[in-house]
């Protein structure tokens, strides 16, 4: 189903459902033998949420061979995906210790689906973890954790509101203070809004953002020239084994400004890593360029206010 304005979603539906697709790719990639990232939450979040085929995945019931058997081209594309999950985790999770260290103590995830950094990452004592989504995401996230006995490595803030309404208020109501550093991250996201969305976002963010505060995110050049429906050409294959969404119709193509342009004209000072050169950083082999791929031009991003 296309975006609408003012759209809601669940974590197995919409753009809810690309949430438990990462948390997919991120159980997948922990046991990988690279050894880039350990997120032992993902796989029951993933579980919980109950799409058969992402369960199965996890589960090693639907693995690359299985796959290859029924659909050649669906395979090669997801050990691509899983690769690729690895290494844009492990940059922003390194962006956040890197935060820290640098003596951050407050963060923000925008978006922040089942993203258990909260949880896993070794965070200092002292540190306030804000995560901004969905109230349905949040409550469905919290309540498993919790389920599963698991604890935050740091004080967890929720703050249940749609990125297109009132967030900043809601942000501050649960907290946050507007006069310390910040790290910010916007992992994913950006593909989900509109270009003028974007802008907004980040006008927002850097209205409430001290001296020395930090963001990482990514951009996507090959949006200008996204062609919906050879995108979905290309990835016919996964609906031989029960992947049916139409990624397509979830994001927003056309151009758009690039991060680190401008929050650069906002006096941020900011750095991007193309995803070539990401991948050669962690050791992984780099996916051959699929011109029907707009994230294989993906250039991860990243810098400092001030």
Known sequence: MAR?????????????ATATLVATGRAIASSAPHGLINDPLAAPLVRAVGIEAFT???????????IAAVAPDAAARA????????????FFDDYFV??????????????????????????????????IDQPDVIEFKTQV??????APTAQRRTVPIDLREDWPTALRGAGFDPGQPTAWCAEGLLIYLPADAQDRLFDNIDALSAADSTLATEFVPGLKDFDPEKARAAAAGFSQIGLNMDMPSLIYHGERHSAADYLGTKGWQMAGVPRAELFARYGLPVPEADDQDPMGEIVYISGTLG
Do not use: H
Not at 4 to 16: E, I, P
Not at 56 to 66: H, I, P, Q, S, W
Not at 105 to 131: C, F, H, K, M, N
Not at 145 to 150: E, F, I, K, V
């Open 98 to 131: 890197a935060a820290t260290e640098g003596g951050i103590r407050q963060a923000v995830i925008l978006a922040s689906g089942l993203d258990s950094r909260a949880y896993r990452l070794p965070w200092p004592d002292d540190t306030v973890v804000y995560e």
């Open 79 to 90: 050990r691509a995906n899983i690769d690729e999950m690895a290494v844009r985790t492990r």
């Open 145 to 150: 954790l919790a389920d599963l006995g698991a």
């Open 4 to 16: 609408v304005d003012g759209d809601t979603w669940d974590l197995a539906s919409s753009v809810g």
């Open 56 to 66: 199965k995945m996890v589960n090693g019931e639907l693995d690359f061979d299985a």
